[in-house]
């Protein structure tokens, strides 16, 4: 351990901040059966990456987490909830997002075969928000949420664009900056949330147009087609385009792409942005071709171990609220030494997520904050530089 790690220790000690007894699962505590439905694809970057951090936590808290991947088919999310919902062995929690708010016949489901059930990213919305409720009123077994602050993450990402096109002075002819905005889709909450922060930032800044607010589905196929469209259609209006926001990492990875298809040179001549903190989005931001990459947010799916860990042993999240919303960070070259190992490797079983619980007293109180991951993270094999 270094020396510097070790004083951090201590001090947190000291002040409280950790608990120098009781943080760790008691020998006694219960196994849990954790079963997650992931909405996400075989090898999608973030979707893997929370189901790997919730089987870190879980090796860490006395959890064993079963992963169900949907591959992008909210039907097929469906039928996989509903079949466990269905099952004679019933798990202790099951994890849901819900994407394009298809989780809410699973939800309904496990609130009938009394399986408690936490939602994950996305959260219930619209109508079904108001025929349900808040969670434990309608729906008992619905312990609650854990999303991310998406909209602030947004805001930030158009910002950064903003502040970069204002220094390097890239106003087209009629005097303004143009961006282009890529989304992931309309009716995903964690999509709307930081749709509304682009759209907020840019609503603040009267020197600033957004050409398009186009949808990619979150791939890098469709947005590197929907951004190589709207650079052509740019150049026919004689528009020069500043900066490019995208709604995830892949689809700034497809917009890189169909910058250098049409010559130019992202990074300096256009800046692109993205959210993930995905290894592809590092590379880019080290090679200087990528400003940035907000996020932090596949943590959620440690931090929701974490949580339901607390639950099971008496320490309730909603003492505070049942919705727990987390802060995401962006990583620019400034920051990248700080987080580029952990993500590059996915050595999530460094993180001491047994140091994230509440203390006795203090539930519902979580320092999930980018600074307390970078201070539980241990070396490789326990000790080094």
């Known amino acids: 351990m270094t020396i510097i790690l070790r004083i951090w220790l201590a001090v947190s000690i000291a002040c409280g901040i950790l608990a ?32 790997q951090t919730m089987q870190a936590a879980g090796r860490k808290l006395n959890a064993r987490v079963e992963v169900l991947t949907s591959e992008r088919n909210y039907r097929t999310m469906q039928e996989l909830g509903l079949g466990v919902v269905a099952r004679a062995d019933k798990p202790d929690f099951l994890i849901l997002s819900n ?36 969670p434990r009123h309608i729906l008992k077994n619905w312990l609650g949420d854990i999303t991310t602050d998406l909209a602030t993450a947004g805001a930030r990402m158009a910002n950064a664009l903003i502040g970069a096109a204002r220094n390097e002075k890239w106003q087209s002819p009629d005097g303004k900056i143009h961006l282009l905005a890529i989304g992931g889709d309309e009716i995903t909450p964690a999509s709307i949330a930081r749709n509304a ?19 990619a589905n979150w791939t890098q196929s469709e947005a590197e ?57 590092l590379r880019e931001i080290k090679a200087g071709r990528l400003l940035l990459t907000d996020g932090g947010h596949f943590l959620l799916g440690g931090w929701s171990i974490v949580l339901l860990r607390d639950f099971a042993d008496g320490c309730d999240f909603a003492a505070t609220s049942p919705h727990v919303e987390v802060k995401t960070s962006a990583i620019t070259r400034d920051n990248l030494a700080s987080v580029a190992t952990l993500i590059a490797t996915h050595a999530f079983d460094q993180i001491d ?33």
């Open 20 to 51: 120098p007894a009781g943080s760790a699962v008691a020998a006694d505590a219960k196994p849990l059966n954790i079963v997650f439905v992931s909405p996400g694809k075989t090898g999608e970057v973030y979707w893997d990456m929370v189901a």
């Open 99 to 134: 994407e394009e708010s298809a989780a809410v016949p699973i939800l309904e489901a496990a609130e009938a075969a009394g399986i408690k059930t936490l939602l994950l990213s996305n959260s219930l919305i619209g109508e079904d928000a108001k025929r349900l409720g808040p």
């Open 197 to 215: 922060g682009l759209q907020l930032a840019v609503a603040a800044a009267p020197d600033v147009v957004l050409d398009r607010m186009l949808f």
């Open 225 to 281: 087609q929907v951004a190589a469209n709207y650079l052509g259609w740019a150049q026919r209006k004689g528009i020069r385009p500043a900066g490019i926001w995208a709604g995830n990492d892949p689809m700034a990875l497809g917009a890189l792409k169909a910058v250098a298809a049409a010559g130019i040179t992202p990074g300096e001549a256009i800046q692109v942005v993205g959210l993930n903190w995905s290894e592809d989005a």
């Open 353 to 385: 997520f047994a140091q994230f619980r509440a203390k006795a007293g203090h539930c519902g109180q979580y320092d999930f904050s980018v600074e307390a991951l970078i201070s539980s993270i241990s070396p490789p094999g326990g000790a080094g530089e």
